[in-house]
């Protein structure tokens, strides 16, 4: 059950459910002095002054996990209660996890959740007992965007004051508070003296529709290297994967050597042609050498557009779950996620 933070007031404010599932955030030092996942979702929002004149808040705490340990399986269960706290009345919805899968998480949600309401995923970069922990303010800056009123937001990772769409947002830094970016389109909004400002408008991506226990296909992701000789493609369907993304180099990329695997592997199972680098597109037009963008989807590799590998792996296994199994059907859920 939820538990109500003391002193709300629901006679006028918003109201947010807030869904704890560990991370630094929640993380305090254990007998060898190295910290893990403790506090309660109670607990962290009964610290941050100010929250209660913010929105009423009820507190779940379904998970204590470090952010790496979170599953899809996991996020569909929170996804399924979101739905259910919206559907009760809930104004607004905030995800408490830790960041080192927050920008697949929120992306995750983004994907499956159908809302008009905020949803915020946040967490911090500095445990609680830090000097400068940063979860306090987090918080409170992910409650303000949430009980703002702001509709079709979609999901977004609030951090530092700062508002990043879930589609865009990547952690650029192992250990600066400043870690999220969403470059190069830049954050959707900020918070300023107690207000979510929107600065940009996202575009809208096709939801897909899962039950909580739908099976989630394997898929491969695979970063492409100086003089790689791809020995990995040709084994990875009897390895059981039902689809791979390739980190390819530049925009869209890979030594000739490996493009007859690749063509080989896009026959078999469903293969997304995505880039190692930080930024910036596939290509799809421009290249026309062996193991060019060009070659490669001739080769019958779907084009993963400006997702980056991370989110063109997720996306490919929960389309493949959803039972997008033909790749014209693939390719219209990339067009409609990778394009910005």
């Given at each position: 059950?939820?538990?109500?933070?003391?002193?709300?007031?629901?006679?006028?404010?918003?109201?947010?459910?807030?869904?704890?599932?560990?991370?630094?955030?929640?993380?305090?030092?254990?007998?060898?002095?190295?910290?893990?996942?403790?506090?309660?979702?109670?607990?962290?929002?009964?610290?941050?002054?100010?929250?209660?004149?913010?929105?009423d808040?009820?507190?779940?705490?379904?998970?204590?996990?470090?952010?790496?340990?979170l599953?899809?399986?996991?996020?569909?269960?929170?996804?399924?209660?979101?739905?259910?706290?919206?559907?009760?009345g809930?104004?607004?919805?905030?995800?408490?996890?830790?960041?080192?899968?927050?920008?697949?998480t929120?992306?995750?949600?983004?994907?499956?959740?159908?809302?008009?309401?905020?949803?915020?995923?946040t967490g911090?970069?500095?445990?609680?007992?830090?000097?400068?922990?940063?979860?306090?303010?987090?918080?409170?800056?992910s409650?303000?965007?949430?009980?703002?009123?702001?509709?079709?937001?979609?999901?977004?990772?609030?951090?530092?004051?700062?508002?990043h769409?879930?589609?865009?947002?990547?952690?650029?830094?192992?250990?600066?508070?400043?870690?999220?970016?969403?470059?190069?389109f830049?954050?959707?909004?900020?918070?300023?003296?107690g207000?979510?400002?929107?600065?940009?408008?996202?575009?809208?991506?096709?939801?897909?529709?899962?039950?909580?226990?739908?099976?989630?296909?394997?898929?491969?992701?695979?970063?492409?290297?100086?003089?790689?000789?791809?020995?990995?493609?040709?084994?990875?369907?009897?390895?059981?994967?039902?689809?791979?993304?390739?980190?390819?180099?530049?925009?869209?990329?890979?030594p000739?050597?490996?493009?007859?695997?690749?063509?080989?592997?896009?026959?078999?199972?469903?293969?997304?042609?995505?880039?190692?680098?930080?930024?910036?597109?596939v290509?799809?037009?421009?290249?026309?050498?062996?193991g060019?963008?060009?070659?490669?989807?001739?080769?019958?590799?779907?084009?993963?557009?400006?997702?980056?590998?991370?989110?063109?792996?997720?996306?490919?296994?929960l389309?493949?779950?959803?039972?997008?199994?033909?790749?014209?059907?693939?390719?219209?859920?990339?067009?409609?996620?990778?394009?910005?």
């Amino acid at each position: 059950m939820p538990q109500k933070l003391p002193g709300a007031d629901v006679s006028h404010k918003p109201r947010i459910a807030v869904f704890a599932l560990g991370g630094t955030i929640a993380m305090t030092r254990g007998e060898t002095g190295a910290i893990a996942p403790s506090l309660s979702g109670a607990a962290l929002v009964a610290a941050v002054p100010g929250l209660t004149d913010v929105a009423d808040i009820a507190v779940h705490s379904p998970l204590q996990k470090p952010g790496a340990s979170l599953t899809i399986s996991d996020i569909l269960a929170v996804a399924s209660e979101v739905r259910s706290a919206l559907a009760n009345g809930a104004n607004g919805a905030i995800v408490v996890q830790g960041t080192d899968t927050i920008e697949e998480t929120a992306f995750l949600l983004d994907c499956v959740l159908e809302t008009s309401a905020p949803v915020v995923v946040t967490g911090a970069m500095r445990g609680p007992e830090a000097a400068g922990a940063d979860g306090p303010a987090n918080l409170l800056a992910s409650a303000i965007v949430a009980a703002s009123g702001a509709r079709n937001t979609g999901v977004l990772v609030v951090l530092g004051d700062t508002a990043h769409a879930a589609r865009h947002v990547r952690k650029g830094h192992t250990a600066r508070p400043d870690a999220f970016t969403s470059a190069p389109f830049g954050p959707l909004g900020y918070v300023f003296e107690g207000q979510f400002r929107q600065s940009l408008h996202r575009s809208v991506g096709q939801t897909l529709y899962l039950d909580t226990d739908t099976p989630i296909p394997p898929v491969a992701l695979l970063q492409i290297g100086l003089g790689d000789d791809g020995r990995m493609l040709r084994h990875l369907p009897e390895m059981g994967f039902e689809g791979a993304v390739i980190a390819a180099m530049g925009a869209g990329h890979v030594p000739q050597p490996i493009v007859e695997e690749l063509g080989i592997l896009a026959d078999t199972i469903p293969v997304v042609l995505s880039s190692r680098v930080a930024t910036g597109p596939v290509f799809e037009n421009t290249y026309g050498f062996p193991g060019s963008e060009i070659d490669l989807l001739k080769r019958n590799l779907v084009p993963g557009g400006s997702l980056g590998p991370l989110k063109a792996r997720l996306l490919l296994q929960l389309g493949l779950a959803a039972g997008h199994n033909q790749n014209t059907d693939i390719q219209k859920l990339f067009v409609s996620w990778g394009n910005a």
